[in-house]
């Protein structure tokens, strides 16, 4: 079974800080890693993706994520926060066997709140 | 290009009622996937579909259940309402295996 945790109900920082969103995963094979983020009433929006290759993924609006298989971990960073990325962030796992399916595995959420 | 739409955008039922929400996938996309988020929780996978077929099952009950049309799109389907039934439902395209795209969701409220 695959599992994903964010240890972080809520995240704040100030406008124009850093800001790091921790992912950590629980899978049986080689996975497929996701962030996604979600504003009120909205459904998700896709902002990033590991597959292989570099463990350094850039996404949208300047967000990237760091993938780092012995922490079994993808934290999600932005190097200097926007009063508009306050939203509510998921982190997602898919195996990426050839018979798992497209099933993603949702951790809780973690609300970020960045301060002017 | 449309993205994936969902209809109705929030309904309100009875608990012992039936409910079907509807879901058109991005344009291209040939597979797709319900969720069910409760308030305050992440989703959590219902079933998938593809080539019109349920591909795979999430912990779920009967009382769910869907199907997929010829041109992709699909309707999930919930029996006999419960009021834990309530949440937002949310359905996602992709393409093969291809990252997935979601719709802004249906609120379903059973009272």
Known sequence: ?116 | DAGVTQSPTHLIKTRGQQVTLRCSPKSGHDTVSWYQQALGQGPQFIFQYYEEEERQRGNFPDRFSGHQFPNYSSELNVNALLLGDSALYLCASSLARSEAFFGQGTRLTVV
């Not at chain 1, 996701?34 to 998700?44: I, K, T």
């Open chain 1, 1 to 116: 079974a695959q599992s994903v945790a964010q240890p972080e109900d809520q995240v704040n920082v100030a406008e124009g800080n850093p800001l790091t969103v921790k992912c950590t995963y629980s899978v049986s094979g080689n996975p497929y890693l996701f962030w996604y983020v979600q504003y009120p009433n909205r459904g998700l929006q896709f902002l990033l993706k590991y597959i292989t290759g570099d463990n350094l993924v850039k996404g949208s609006y300047g967000f990237e994520a760091e993938f780092n298989k012995s922490q079994t971990s993808f934290h999600l960073k932005k190097p200097s926060a926007l009063v508009s990325d306050s939203a509510l962030y998921f982190c997602a796992v898919r195996d990426r066997g050839n018979n798992a399916g497209n099933m993603l595995t949702f951790g809780g959420g973690t609300r970020l709140m960045v301060k002017p």
